[in-house]
Protein backbone atom coordinates (compact mmCIF):
# COMPACT_ATOMS: atom_id res chain seq x y z
CA UNK A 1 0.00 0.00 0.00
CA UNK A 2 1.52 3.23 -0.97
CA UNK A 3 0.94 6.33 1.20
CA UNK A 4 0.91 9.69 -0.35
CA UNK A 5 -0.15 11.64 3.01
CA UNK A 6 -0.30 11.03 6.25
CA UNK A 7 -0.62 13.07 9.86
CA UNK A 8 -1.99 12.58 13.06
CA UNK A 9 -5.88 13.27 11.41
CA UNK A 10 -5.97 11.80 7.89
CA UNK A 11 -3.94 9.28 5.59
CA UNK A 12 -3.97 9.33 1.42
CA UNK A 13 -3.50 6.40 -0.52
CA UNK A 14 -2.86 5.38 -3.83
CA UNK A 15 -5.55 2.81 -4.84
CA UNK A 16 -5.02 0.65 -7.52
CA UNK A 17 -7.20 -0.53 -9.86
CA UNK A 18 -9.46 -3.34 -8.73
CA UNK A 19 -8.95 -2.41 -4.67
CA UNK A 20 -12.27 -1.80 -3.40
CA UNK A 21 -12.33 0.91 -0.65
CA UNK A 22 -15.07 -0.47 1.27
CA UNK A 23 -16.54 -3.80 1.76
CA UNK A 24 -19.21 -5.29 -0.42
CA UNK A 25 -20.87 -8.17 -1.65
CA UNK A 26 -17.66 -9.57 -2.65
CA UNK A 27 -16.11 -10.18 0.87
CA UNK A 28 -13.03 -8.68 -0.65
CA UNK A 29 -10.86 -7.54 1.68
CA UNK A 30 -11.18 -3.21 1.14
CA UNK A 31 -8.37 -0.97 1.48
CA UNK A 32 -9.74 1.08 4.47
CA UNK A 33 -8.93 -2.82 6.49
CA UNK A 34 -5.64 -3.06 4.50
CA UNK A 35 -5.22 1.03 5.85
CA UNK A 36 -6.23 0.02 9.45
CA UNK A 37 -3.50 -2.74 9.47
CA UNK A 38 -1.08 -0.55 8.33
CA UNK A 39 -1.88 2.43 11.49
CA UNK A 40 -2.27 -0.98 13.96
CA UNK A 41 0.89 -2.36 12.98
CA UNK A 42 3.30 1.10 12.47
CA UNK A 43 1.70 2.87 15.60
CA UNK A 44 1.65 -0.79 17.59
CA UNK A 45 -2.00 0.19 18.53
CA UNK A 46 -3.88 -2.38 20.96
CA UNK A 47 -7.67 -3.39 19.61
CA UNK A 48 -9.12 -1.87 17.02
CA UNK A 49 -8.29 1.15 14.94
CA UNK A 50 -10.75 4.16 13.65
CA UNK A 51 -10.46 4.71 9.94
CA UNK A 52 -13.12 6.50 8.36
CA UNK A 53 -14.10 6.45 5.09
CA UNK A 54 -14.43 9.76 3.22
CA UNK A 55 -14.72 9.10 -0.33
CA UNK A 56 -15.11 5.82 -2.74
CA UNK A 57 -13.69 5.28 -6.12
CA UNK A 58 -14.75 2.32 -8.69
CA UNK A 59 -12.92 -0.13 -8.53
CA UNK A 60 -11.67 -0.47 -11.39
CA UNK A 61 -9.91 3.25 -10.61
CA UNK A 62 -6.85 4.39 -9.68
CA UNK A 63 -5.24 6.94 -7.84
CA UNK A 64 -6.06 8.84 -4.36
CA UNK A 65 -8.06 7.95 -1.53
CA UNK A 66 -8.79 9.51 1.59
CA UNK A 67 -8.78 8.47 5.17
CA UNK A 68 -9.81 9.82 8.44
CA UNK A 69 -7.86 8.52 11.54
CA UNK A 70 -10.32 10.03 13.75
CA UNK A 71 -13.82 10.53 14.26
CA UNK A 72 -13.40 14.58 14.03
CA UNK A 73 -11.45 14.69 11.04
CA UNK A 74 -13.91 12.40 9.26
CA UNK A 75 -16.97 14.59 9.68
CA UNK A 76 -15.17 17.47 9.14
CA UNK A 77 -13.97 16.11 5.64
CA UNK A 78 -17.31 14.92 5.23
CA UNK A 79 -18.84 18.41 5.34
CA UNK A 80 -16.08 19.86 3.02
CA UNK A 81 -17.05 17.07 0.31
CA UNK A 82 -20.65 18.05 1.11
CA UNK A 83 -19.98 21.90 0.53
CA UNK A 84 -17.82 21.32 -2.59
CA UNK A 85 -15.07 22.40 -0.91
CA UNK A 86 -12.98 19.77 -1.86
CA UNK A 87 -10.80 19.97 -5.29
CA UNK A 88 -11.06 16.50 -7.08
CA UNK A 89 -9.10 16.34 -10.65
CA UNK A 90 -8.97 13.16 -12.63
CA UNK A 91 -6.86 12.28 -15.79
CA UNK A 92 -8.70 9.96 -18.38
CA UNK A 93 -7.24 8.28 -21.28
CA UNK A 94 -9.63 8.31 -23.81
CA UNK A 95 -10.39 7.39 -27.77
CA UNK A 96 -11.57 10.21 -29.62
CA UNK A 97 -10.38 13.68 -29.02
CA UNK A 98 -13.01 15.76 -27.44
CA UNK A 99 -14.25 18.16 -29.22
CA UNK A 100 -14.06 21.30 -28.70
CA UNK A 101 -10.47 20.41 -26.91
CA UNK A 102 -11.52 22.04 -23.64
CA UNK A 103 -15.07 22.96 -21.86
CA UNK A 104 -18.01 22.01 -19.90
CA UNK A 105 -20.82 18.84 -19.53
CA UNK A 106 -23.84 19.13 -18.19
CA UNK A 107 -25.71 15.87 -18.42
CA UNK A 108 -28.96 13.96 -16.42
CA UNK A 109 -27.90 10.90 -15.15
CA UNK A 110 -29.93 8.22 -13.62
CA UNK A 111 -28.51 4.83 -12.12
CA UNK A 112 -29.76 1.52 -13.02
CA UNK A 113 -29.34 -0.22 -10.35
CA UNK A 114 -29.54 -3.56 -11.53
CA UNK A 115 -27.23 -2.99 -14.19
CA UNK A 116 -25.15 -0.86 -12.09
CA UNK A 117 -24.10 1.70 -15.29
CA UNK A 118 -25.71 5.30 -15.46
CA UNK A 119 -27.28 6.95 -18.63
CA UNK A 120 -28.00 10.08 -19.73
CA UNK A 121 -31.50 10.65 -20.03
CA UNK A 122 -33.81 14.02 -20.25
CA UNK A 123 -33.56 17.43 -18.63
CA UNK A 124 -36.41 16.16 -15.21
CA UNK A 125 -36.58 12.67 -16.31
CA UNK A 126 -37.97 10.86 -12.67
CA UNK A 127 -35.11 9.72 -10.83
CA UNK A 128 -32.21 11.71 -12.62
CA UNK A 129 -29.99 13.68 -11.23
CA UNK A 130 -28.07 16.72 -12.95
CA UNK A 131 -23.80 15.84 -13.58
CA UNK A 132 -21.54 18.70 -14.40
CA UNK A 133 -18.01 18.62 -14.86
CA UNK A 134 -14.98 20.52 -16.64
CA UNK A 135 -12.30 19.13 -18.53
CA UNK A 136 -9.28 20.45 -20.75
CA UNK A 137 -7.22 18.05 -23.20
CA UNK A 138 -3.62 17.29 -22.15
CA UNK A 139 -2.09 15.25 -24.29
CA UNK A 140 -2.70 13.67 -27.73
CA UNK A 141 -0.70 10.36 -29.24
CA UNK A 142 -2.03 8.66 -32.78
CA UNK A 143 -4.96 6.87 -30.87
CA UNK A 144 -5.61 8.53 -27.54
CA UNK A 145 -6.09 11.45 -25.63
CA UNK A 146 -5.56 12.29 -21.99
CA UNK A 147 -7.85 14.76 -20.92
CA UNK A 148 -7.78 16.40 -16.50
CA UNK A 149 -11.37 16.33 -15.57
CA UNK A 150 -13.07 18.33 -12.66
CA UNK A 151 -16.18 17.06 -11.30
CA UNK A 152 -18.52 19.78 -9.67
CA UNK A 153 -20.53 16.96 -9.08
CA UNK A 154 -20.45 14.06 -7.78
CA UNK A 155 -22.79 11.31 -9.67
CA UNK A 156 -22.53 7.10 -10.03
CA UNK A 157 -19.90 6.71 -12.82
CA UNK A 158 -20.37 10.31 -13.87
CA UNK A 159 -16.68 10.88 -16.09
CA UNK A 160 -17.19 7.11 -17.42
CA UNK A 161 -20.72 8.01 -18.54
CA UNK A 162 -20.85 11.67 -19.70
CA UNK A 163 -17.29 10.83 -21.62
CA UNK A 164 -19.39 7.80 -23.35
CA UNK A 165 -22.24 9.89 -24.08
CA UNK A 166 -19.30 12.83 -25.62
CA UNK A 167 -18.43 9.59 -28.09
CA UNK A 168 -15.16 9.47 -26.12
CA UNK A 169 -15.19 6.66 -23.64
CA UNK A 170 -12.38 5.71 -21.43
CA UNK A 171 -9.52 3.15 -22.69
CA UNK A 172 -10.76 -0.03 -21.71
CA UNK A 173 -14.27 0.77 -20.24
CA UNK A 174 -16.47 -1.79 -21.40
CA UNK A 175 -19.28 -1.29 -19.80
CA UNK A 176 -19.52 2.63 -20.95
CA UNK A 177 -18.81 1.67 -24.67
CA UNK A 178 -14.68 1.07 -24.90
CA UNK A 179 -14.20 -1.85 -27.85
CA UNK A 180 -11.65 -4.07 -25.39
CA UNK A 181 -10.61 -4.00 -21.65
CA UNK A 182 -7.29 -3.31 -20.38
CA UNK A 183 -5.08 -6.23 -19.51
CA UNK A 184 -4.64 -5.63 -15.79
CA UNK A 185 -8.93 -5.24 -16.29
CA UNK A 186 -8.49 -1.60 -14.75
CA UNK A 187 -10.11 1.59 -16.82
CA UNK A 188 -7.89 4.02 -17.80
CA UNK A 189 -9.09 7.01 -15.12
CA UNK A 190 -7.17 8.28 -11.96
CA UNK A 191 -7.74 10.29 -9.51
CA UNK A 192 -4.79 12.65 -9.89
CA UNK A 193 -5.24 15.59 -7.39
CA UNK A 194 -6.70 16.56 -4.52
CA UNK A 195 -6.69 20.32 -2.97
CA UNK A 196 -8.89 21.33 0.21
CA UNK A 197 -7.89 23.18 3.64
CA UNK A 198 -7.06 20.90 6.29
CA UNK A 199 -9.83 20.43 8.83
CA UNK A 200 -7.69 21.01 12.05
CA UNK A 201 -4.96 22.82 10.82
CA UNK A 202 -6.43 25.12 8.22
CA UNK A 203 -3.19 24.86 5.91
CA UNK A 204 -4.03 24.49 2.58
CA UNK A 205 -2.93 20.43 1.62
CA UNK A 206 -2.54 19.95 -2.24
CA UNK A 207 -1.62 16.04 -3.29
CA UNK A 208 -0.90 14.66 -6.43
CA UNK A 209 -0.87 10.62 -7.22
CA UNK A 210 2.05 9.24 -9.36
CA UNK A 211 1.37 8.42 -13.16
CA UNK A 212 0.92 4.56 -13.27
CA UNK A 213 3.60 2.78 -14.77
CA UNK A 214 1.65 1.52 -17.87
CA UNK A 215 3.54 2.39 -21.17
CA UNK A 216 0.79 4.44 -22.64
CA UNK A 217 0.33 6.84 -19.77
CA UNK A 218 4.02 6.86 -18.85
CA UNK A 219 4.74 7.80 -22.80
CA UNK A 220 2.09 11.12 -22.11
CA UNK A 221 4.18 12.35 -18.73
CA UNK A 222 5.94 14.74 -20.91
CA UNK A 223 3.59 16.52 -22.50
CA UNK A 224 1.32 16.37 -18.44
CA UNK A 225 4.36 17.46 -16.87
CA UNK A 226 4.58 20.26 -19.54
CA UNK A 227 0.75 20.79 -19.20
CA UNK A 228 0.92 21.15 -15.23
Known amino acids: ????????????????????????????????????????????????????????????????????????????????????????????????????????????????????KSFVVDKGSEGSKRAELVYRTVARSERYTLVEVELLTGRHHQIRCQFSALGCPLKGDLKYGAPRPNRDASISLISYRMDFEHPVSKQMISLVAPIPKDPLWQAFVPQLETFV
Open 1 to 116: MEVIYEDNHLIVVNKAPGEIVQGDKTNDQPLSELVAVYLKEKYHKPGNVFVGVVHRLDRPVGGLVLFAKTSKALGRMNNLFREGKVRKRYLAIVANPPQPTQGRLVNWLKKNEKLN
